[in-house]
């Protein structure tokens, strides 16, 4: 407001000047003589003062013309000048034009579009450094990768363009799965720019899948210089690192350097299982049982693993069950209440043959998380303490349609694993396994098509096998045998402690087969004890 105000003093001083000035000028007597050649002309100093302007303004049109006229001749001779200058202008907006239409119809997918205006972007402009970017990404989206093979070498003489030169081509080699070709390029990359984030993440994984342990800890230490990973993952990783070093360096033979690097990774994550596990079977080969024990506790208290109680009974192998139930109870004492806890409890104590004790052990956990493991030691405790065929008949039943238990799972595909990996067997993601319940698959729909099977084995009475005759050369035909009597039934076993036999009928489904060969129902007895023997196999190793 105060601006415009003195904006408009101003103008009205200026004017009032300028009308005063020419007031004066007016009312001025006198005139002005100009004489030239022997001509004179007498002028007013007005007529003066207009005749001068007219003289300026003629002698400033004079400059432009000439000017002109020499840029002109300029042009012709190619000279950079005004002209040049213009037409360049014209030409560059329209590069540009075109080069956003080329980036409007790339994003969009109309390729074979983005191609025809990256041609006249081309023409237009001299800006290599966008204009190869552009046409190569068009080239792949079109499927042409030989067309932006070369545009990518193309960029790699430029310095400001090599970086995306080089990535580009390690995106067309990764994509033909040259990891070789990939991992120089990747290395490459690296090298121009340490810091790049997307760089780091595709070098490591193919140091990962390569098995170089030692490039991927270094590409690991890099990453956490760029502030790309937090300080707690990298140490984890480092850890995993150094645990499949160790591995790689057992598969060579070099003892001495498997054990530094085991010894290094359960350092670097003391509670991470594996790591505790194998550190402390190695100190326990060395005859360190504290120092074994103490590691295997440490892990123990944050995450109970079957792993870290095979590794803590390992630690004394020649130890009677009643020892080794003892040696446990610190460990035990830990974590009661956690279902491996109370697993490692029941089988210590089936070793033992305290079936009450195992019973007392595993308490409601096959009821309240039936699993394979659970239901297998419950039919194992029914059947040390003397239980019926029904009853034992009844848990494996169960173990055949429970989910299998905790595993190894992938976080990236899902997929379960017998043994922890530094890398998935299926995706190749690096630690992506960890200790979890795996989705129900199609193991359930196998167990039941073979509880028929199983029920069948258990239902069906003993008999006798039959011996076989020994066959002989060129021998007569026989004649027709007579019938056979039927087998009389075989006594059952007196004494304490004996098992009453099952008579429930057999199911619809069931087929008995024993009436034409006796020894089909006696290997199926003998398959149904091995079922239930396979299933406490874990309570035997401990």
């Known amino acids: 407001m105060i601006w415009s105000l003195i904006k408009v003093l101003l ?24 004489a030239f050649a022997g001509q004179e002309m007498s002028l007013s100093p007005l007529g003066f003062i207009v005749v001068l302007l007219v003289l300026f303004l003629a002698v400033w049109v004079l400059l432009r013309l000439v000017g002109l006229l020499v840029a002109v001749m300029r042009f012709m001779t190619g000279d950079a000048t005004a002209i040049t200058r213009y037409l360049d202008r014209n030409r560059e907006r329209k590069g540009f034009d075109a ?46 990768t030989d067309r932006a093979l070369e545009y990518y ?12 030169g080089v990535q580009g081509l390690l995106r067309q080699k990764l994509a033909e799965g040259d990891t070789a070709t990939a991992m120089k390029l990747a290395q490459k990359a690296f090298a121009l720019k340490p810091k790049h984030e997307g760089t780091l993440d595709t070098l490591f994984a193919l140091q990962a899948k390569a098995e170089d342990w030692s490039g991927a800890r270094k590409t690991l230490a890099a990453k956490v210089r760029a502030a790309a990973l937090p300080r707690d993952v990298g140490k984890r990783r480092e850890a995993v690192l150094s645990l499949a070093d160790a591995g790689a360096a057992f598969s060579e033979g070099k003892k001495d350097k498997a054990r530094d690097a085991a010894y290094a990774a359960n350092k670097l994550a003391p509670h991470f299982v ?75 104590s089936l070793t033992a043959e305290d079936f009450p004790g195992a019973r007392r052990a595993l308490g409601d956990l096959a009821e309240t998380h039936p699993t394979t493991r659970s239901l297998a030691l419950m039919a194992a405790i029914e059947r040390g303490e003397g239980a019926a065929d029904s009853v034992v008949r009844g848990w494996l039943a169960k173990a055949l349609e429970a989910p299998r238990g905790e595993a190894w799972v992938c976080e ?5 694993h017998g043994q922890w990996a530094p890398l998935c067997e299926s995706c190749n993601s690096f630690d992506t396994l960890s200790w979890t319940t795996p989705a129900q698959t199609e193991d359930a729909a ?5 509880l028929p099977l199983i029920v069948g084995a258990l239902q069906a009475p ?16 026989p004649e027709a045998p007579e019938p056979e009597e039927a087998a009389a039934p075989r006594p059952e076993t007196q004494g304490e402690g004996r098992r009453s036999r099952d008579v429930t009928p057999p199911p619809a489904d069931y087929v008995d087969v024993g009436a034409e060969d006796g020894d089909v129902d006696v290997g199926k007895k003998k398959g149904g004890d091995q079922v239930a023997a396979e299933d406490s196999s874990s309570a035997r190793a401990l």
């Open 11 to 34: 103008f009205v001083g200026v004017a009032a000047g300028l009308a005063y000035g020419a007031s004066l000028i007016v009312e001025t007597p006198g005139e002005v003589r100009l």
């Open 99 to 144: 080069l956003s239409e080329a980036l409007i119809a790339l994003a969009a997918g109309e390729g074979r579009k983005a191609q025809a205006k990256i041609g006249q972007a081309e023409k237009l402009l001299s800006r290599p450094d966008v204009t190869r970017l552009i046409a190569a990404q068009t080239a792949e989206q079109l499927g042409n």
């Open 153 to 164: 070498k193309q960029m790699l003489s430029d310095d400001s363009t090599r970086f995306v």
């Open 274 to 348: 594996p790591a505790a596990a194998l550190a402390a079977r190695l100190h326990a080969e060395n005859g360190e049982a504290r120092q074994a024990a103490r590691i295997i506790k440490k892990a123990w208290a944050e995450s109970p693993h079957p792993d870290l109680a095979s590794a803590f009974a390992a630690i004394a192998p020649e130890e009677s069950p009643e020892a080794r139930l003892k040696r446990f109870q610190p460990l035990l004492k830990m974590k009661p209440s956690h279902p491996e806890t109370r697993l490692v409890t029941a089988e210590l």
């Open 412 to 416: 990236a595909c899902n997929t379960a």
């Open 446 to 450: 196998s167990g039941s098509a073979m």
């Open 462 to 477: 003993d008999r006798e096998p039959e011996p076989e005759e020994p066959e002989t050369a060129a021998e007569p035909e």
